[in-house]
């Protein structure tokens, strides 16, 4: 694959850096993402990934635009109020740029259809706002041996891990949470409240973390950060980072 004197043009400021340059912007331009939850996480980081030239997305939402969601999901509009997330996501992409390629579905994920939602994908990243769903993504990665970037978001606070259960020594996400959530429900920011510009900091560092795990073995920003969970705090603020085990008893990757 070659890029185009336009996408060159576009790409030029990745280019340029010493840990992207050409051989990373052109492998950036053939992965595929798998965006799960395209809410307060979802938003931002499809946002940065799809200005980061990565050439195909696979966008996954049932929900519909509400107004109270425009305080912190930023690709959606007062038009979008009461579409679907995912058919209004696709259309932000295809007006920000039209050479990226994006499949949808606004099916809810479950762990009967999450394999056949991600399949294909370099990377999934999740976004979503429940702990079920969350474990049913990770199931599905560790079965599509696919890494995984998993991001929340609430008040102040927000968390990034990436995952590859697949491989021996690294864990999954139901290493780090176990098995108590598979029917529970996360809180929601509906109930605790969230700064929007929290949302923001957390899916942008989502899409950060993602583009280095898509350039690893390419490029010197490529590490992958598997087994590492951080933590944002806002009130600070700051970050803290956290080193994950694999659980020899886990049954999602064990």
Known sequence: MSLSPA?????????????????????????????????GIGSPALQYLAASGIGRFTLVDDDVVEGSNLQRQTIFTNRDVGHGKATSARRWLANFDDALDASISDSRISSENAGELIAGADLVLDGTDNFATRLAVSDACVAERTPLLSAAVGRFQGQVGAFAGHLADEPCYRCFVGDAFDAEDCDTCAEDGMLGAMAGWAGSFAALQAVRALLNGVSALGDPQYGKLHILDGLKPGLRTLNLSKDPACKGCG
Not at 27 to 32: Q, R, T
């Open 7 to 39: 996408r060159l043009d576009r790409f030029a400021r990745h280019i340029v850096l010493p840990e992207i340059g050409g051989a990373g912007q052109v492998a950036l331009a053939s992965k595929h993402v798998a965006v799960i939850g395209l809410g």
